[in-house]
């Protein structure tokens, strides 16, 4: 393991591992989770509900049934680790490849096909659901989570946020400015970077030469700390107890999850540009799901029956997604317009009508080419 | 009726809104114990105290980033750039976030901010402290773009701009923070937003202007003999009073566009252009812009070569008469 090499060595931040890629576990650490068995299998239905979503929506794209989408093939321990973590009034707030949060958060499947269909709609969060959108630029949603972190500690609230963000994020700015602005104001924020090791094709050390990421939270005043990523219950024991301390009034927390992107950025990109399938091949021997699994079937918890049940479940659920997903309504033109203001100005009131008309000439539509 | 300058009149806005609403706050560098490098905070932190009189870290894209996570829970920021030309670090957060984030979320979240800044020339100061920016906002959709040329406005207009659901860019000409005082109502009132002033009727030429420039433009009219101007002071940039500006012209048929901003793609070229597809054949004369250049504004040496002046304004509504 390569990260108990870097454990030898003195280390500014600690490293966490519960459960090897072997499927092994200290079972008082286990005992320490405060977890069921009934959790463990929650959380690996998710992580596997996440991975049929994904191959999905990426056959989907390939068939041009979907717009550019970004997979997160690989990275769902990470997602489900934290995301188990979370109460109902935290509020989350996403980059964009955590489908695996967002749905576990309450948003359905549909709702991730028809933002990645290309439709507004998907970033509609329902009411009740504390999740904020899909961000595409890259460290910006930091400063909102640090924002939304430091009005519940103002309003005398205890529910905290939590922020998704990559290892390329951390060179960013507003990461910089959004962990300073936390650790002086104690938001109560939980920084959770996916280092999934690359920033579309550079690598993790062209970002910083700092040994971790997670050490960057010494120069804001706050606890860093590593986790192994593909370890869902390390990704669980970090993130609860980060939030737990946030909640506490104990301020800011940043938590690097060591793990890796095992295919393309986007279905744009083609990693095999820039990365050896050596190197691919050795992190699927590290996957996060396999290693789930093997601990479940280790404790008796799970059978060859079981797993083509759930298999065959999200399978289901994932291809009635994909039904409600193709049978949308078409939308009115209306809604290019009516979400600028709280009240539609002159000008878009104008324009929505020059459009309106122009479709009307051509019986509703735009012209046949 | 108390006199004010336009500084105490935005910071009696502040704390008459402070002190009607909890969740109002101020933020930014130097805001809060030392009341904002021009005293347009004074007293916020006596009154309100170190939660609601905010002083931040130096860094202008995490005051207002933060500022859109604080409104998106419900809370009603009002962030101080300390400086025009300090806008730019907190682009990214303003165009692609706050702008966009009722859009984005279909009405679910709103971002009720008010980014207030001093606002251009005039005042003799350093680089980057005489920036007319005010393009870049109006041309962005999702925001609202605020510049009041007096204190009785300015009160009026801030008041307005805080209650307003949506992002309010608010500049302040700060050549008029102090330059003269003006009555101004004890509590609450609001100027709307979206609502240009009559300054002066007049029926030969229609001046169109807002901040600093009003106050020229009047002057030059002063000056002026046996010619009838009318003054319109937009006010509020986005969403422009559309109305007010064609009636005038419309009865003119001469237009004069007065402005500190460079000219190319300013505001002025929006509203020649809008009276151009509007009005065309009622004007008596195309649109004349007296403008900034499309250079940088320079030090205090020189910046009174690149402002427009009272003769500059005459220039102008000259050449639009004599067409």
């Given at each position: 393991?390569?990260?108990?090499?870097?454990?030898?060595?003195?280390?500014?931040?600690?490293?966490?591992?519960?459960?090897?890629?072997?499927?092994?576990?200290?079972?008082?650490?286990i005992?320490?989770?405060g977890?069921?068995?009934?959790?463990?299998?929650?959380?690996?239905?998710?992580?596997?509900?996440?991975?049929?979503?994904?191959?999905?929506?990426?056959?989907?794209?390939?068939?041009?049934?979907?717009?550019?989408?970004?997979?997160?093939?690989?990275?769902?321990?990470?997602?489900?680790?934290?995301?188990?973590?979370?109460?109902?009034?935290?509020?989350?707030?996403p980059?964009?490849?955590?489908?695996?949060?967002?749905?576990?958060?309450?948003?359905?499947?549909?709702?991730?096909?028809?933002?990645?269909?290309?439709?507004?709609?998907?970033?509609?969060?329902?009411?009740?659901?504390r999740?904020?959108m899909?961000?595409?630029?890259?460290?910006?949603?930091?400063?909102?989570?640090t924002?939304?972190?430091?009005?519940?500690?103002?309003?005398?609230?205890?529910?905290?946020?939590?922020?998704y963000?990559?290892?390329?994020?951390?060179?960013?700015?507003?990461?910089?400015?959004?962990?300073?602005?936390?650790?002086?104001?104690?938001?109560?924020?939980v920084?959770?970077?996916?280092?999934?090791?690359?920033?579309?094709?550079?690598?993790?050390?062209?970002?910083?030469?700092?040994?971790?990421?997670?050490?960057k939270?010494?120069?804001?005043?706050?606890?860093?700390?590593?986790?192994?990523?593909n370890?869902?219950?390390?990704?669980?024991k970090?993130?609860?107890?980060?939030?737990?301390?946030?909640?506490?009034?104990?301020?800011?927390?940043?938590?690097?999850?060591?793990?890796?992107?095992?295919?393309?950025?986007t279905?744009?990109?083609?990693?095999?540009?820039?990365?050896?399938?050596?190197?691919?091949?050795?992190w699927?021997?590290?996957?996060?799901?396999?290693?789930?699994?093997?601990?479940?079937e280790?404790?008796?918890?799970?059978?060859e029956?079981?797993?083509?049940?759930?298999?065959?479940?999200?399978?289901?659920?994932?291809?009635?997604a994909?039904?409600?997903?193709?049978?949308?309504?078409?939308?009115?033109?209306?809604?290019?317009?009516?979400?600028?203001?709280?009240?539609?100005?002159?000008?878009?009131?104008?324009?929505?009508?020059?459009?309106?008309?122009?479709?009307?000439?051509?019986?509703?539509?735009?012209?046949?080419? | 009726?108390?006199?004010m300058?336009?500084?105490?009149?935005?910071?009696?806005?502040?704390?008459?809104?402070?002190?009607?609403?909890?969740?109002?706050?101020?933020?930014?560098?130097?805001?809060?114990v030392?009341?904002?490098?021009?005293?347009?905070?004074?007293?916020?932190?006596q009154?309100?105290?170190p939660?609601r009189?905010?002083?931040?870290p130096?860094?202008?894209?995490?005051?207002?980033?933060?500022?859109?996570?604080?409104?998106?829970?419900?809370?009603?920021?009002?962030?101080?750039?300390?400086?025009?030309g300090?806008?730019?670090?907190?682009f990214?957060?303003?165009?692609?976030?706050?702008?966009?984030i009722?859009?984005?979320?279909?009405?679910?979240?709103?971002?009720?901010?008010?980014?207030?800044?001093?606002y251009?020339?005039?005042?003799r100061a350093?680089e980057?402290?005489?920036?007319?920016?005010?393009?870049?906002?109006?041309?962005?959709?999702?925001?609202?773009?605020?510049?009041?040329s007096?204190?009785?406005?300015?009160?009026?207009?801030?008041?307005?701009?805080?209650?307003?659901?949506?992002?309010?860019?608010?500049?302040?000409?700060?050549?008029?923070?102090?330059?003269?005082?003006?009555?101004?109502?004890?509590?609450?009132?609001?100027?709307?937003?979206?609502?240009?002033?009559?300054?002066?009727?007049?029926?030969?030429?229609?001046?169109?202007?807002?901040?600093?420039?009003?106050?020229?433009?009047?002057?030059?009219?002063?000056?002026?003999?046996?010619?009838?101007?009318?003054?319109?002071?937009?006010?509020?940039?986005?969403?422009l009073?559309?109305?007010?500006?064609?009636?005038?012209?419309?009865?003119?048929?001469?237009?004069?566009?007065?402005?500190?901003?460079?000219?190319?793609?300013?505001?002025?070229?929006?509203?020649?252009?809008?009276?151009?597809?509007?009005?065309?054949?009622?004007?008596?004369?195309?649109?004349?812009?007296?403008?900034?250049?499309?250079?940088?504004?320079?030090?205090?040496?020189?910046e009174?070569?690149?402002?427009?002046?009272?003769?500059?304004?005459?220039?102008?509504?000259?050449?639009?008469?004599?067409?």
């Amino acid at each position: 393991m390569a990260a108990k090499t870097i454990l030898q060595r003195e280390r500014l931040v600690p490293f966490i591992q519960i459960l090897d890629p072997e499927g092994m576990a200290n079972p008082t650490d286990i005992v320490e989770l405060g977890l069921k068995p009934h959790d463990f299998k929650a959380m690996y239905r998710w992580m596997v509900l996440a991975r049929t979503f994904d191959e999905r929506a990426l056959a989907l794209q390939r068939q041009g049934r979907l717009g550019t989408y970004a997979p997160l093939l690989g990275q769902e321990a990470a997602q489900v680790g934290s995301a188990y973590a979370l109460k109902p009034e935290d509020w989350v707030f996403p980059s964009y490849r955590e489908h695996a949060v967002l749905a576990m958060r309450g948003q359905s499947w549909l709702q991730l096909f028809t933002f990645w269909g290309g439709n507004e709609e998907g970033n509609r969060i329902p009411e009740g659901i504390r999740n904020f959108m899909v961000c595409v630029p890259i460290a910006t949603q930091i400063l909102h989570a640090t924002g939304a972190a430091w009005a519940a500690k103002l309003k005398g609230e205890r529910s905290c946020v939590i922020v998704y963000f990559g290892d390329g994020a951390t060179s960013e700015g507003d990461f910089h400015e959004g962990l300073n602005f936390a650790g002086v104001f104690k938001a109560p924020v939980v920084f959770f970077c996916q280092n999934n090791q690359y920033a579309i094709s550079v690598p993790r050390t062209r970002q910083t030469a700092s040994e971790t990421i997670a050490q960057k939270a010494i120069a804001y005043g706050f606890e860093g700390v590593q986790v192994d990523g593909n370890d869902v219950f390390a990704v669980y024991k970090a993130t609860k107890e980060a939030l737990a301390k946030a909640r506490d009034g104990g301020g800011p927390t940043l938590i690097e999850a060591v793990t890796y992107r095992l295919t393309h950025h986007t279905t744009a990109d083609d990693w095999t540009r820039y990365r050896p399938s050596e190197e691919v091949e050795m992190w699927k021997q590290k996957d996060p799901i396999k290693r789930l699994k093997l601990y479940l079937e280790k404790q008796g918890l799970w059978s060859e029956h079981d797993e083509a049940k759930l298999l065959e479940e999200a399978k289901a659920e994932i291809a009635q997604a994909v039904a409600q997903y193709e049978a949308l309504p078409k939308r009115d033109v209306e809604d290019i317009f009516k979400y600028m203001y709280a009240e539609m100005p002159w000008n878009l009131k104008e324009q929505l009508q020059e459009l309106k008309e122009y479709l009307a000439e051509h019986g509703g539509d735009l012209p046949k080419e | 009726m108390p006199q004010m300058t336009l500084v105490q009149a935005i910071n009696d806005a502040l704390r008459t809104e402070m002190r009607r609403d909890p969740t109002v706050l101020v933020m930014g560098e130097d805001v809060g114990v030392n009341g904002g490098v021009f005293r347009a905070t004074e007293g916020l932190y006596q009154e309100f105290g170190p939660d609601r009189a905010i002083d931040t870290p130096l860094a202008e894209s995490g005051i207002v980033g933060t500022a859109i996570g604080m409104a998106l829970n419900g809370l009603k920021p009002v962030a101080e750039i300390q400086f025009d030309g300090f806008m730019a670090p907190a682009f990214d957060q303003i165009v692609s976030h706050a702008a966009r984030i009722r859009w984005r979320s279909r009405g679910r979240f709103h971002v009720p901010i008010v980014i207030r800044a001093p606002y251009g020339g005039g005042i003799r100061a350093l680089e980057h402290h005489s920036e007319a920016p005010e393009a870049y906002y109006v041309h962005t959709p999702g925001l609202k773009v605020v510049i009041p040329s007096n204190p009785y406005d300015a009160k009026g207009l801030l008041i307005a701009a805080i209650r307003d659901p949506d992002p309010v860019i608010f500049f302040e000409p700060k050549r008029l923070y102090r330059a003269f005082r003006q009555e101004v109502p004890e509590g609450d009132y609001t100027v709307p937003i979206g609502k240009a002033s009559l300054v002066r009727e007049g029926t030969d030429v229609t001046v169109i202007s807002w901040g600093a420039m009003v106050r020229i433009c009047l002057q030059a009219i002063a000056q002026l003999e046996g010619i009838s101007v009318e003054l319109v002071d937009l006010r509020t940039l986005a969403p422009l009073d559309i109305e007010t500006v064609l009636s005038s012209v419309a009865k003119t048929g001469r237009a004069v566009i007065v402005q500190e901003a460079p000219r190319t793609c300013s505001l002025s070229s929006e509203l020649t252009a809008l009276i151009n597809e509007r009005l065309l054949l009622q004007l008596q004369a195309p649109v004349v812009r007296v403008t900034g250049y499309d250079t940088h504004i320079p030090y205090l040496t020189m910046e009174q070569y690149y402002l427009p002046d009272a003769g500059r304004v005459q220039k102008g509504i000259e050449r639009a008469l004599s067409f």
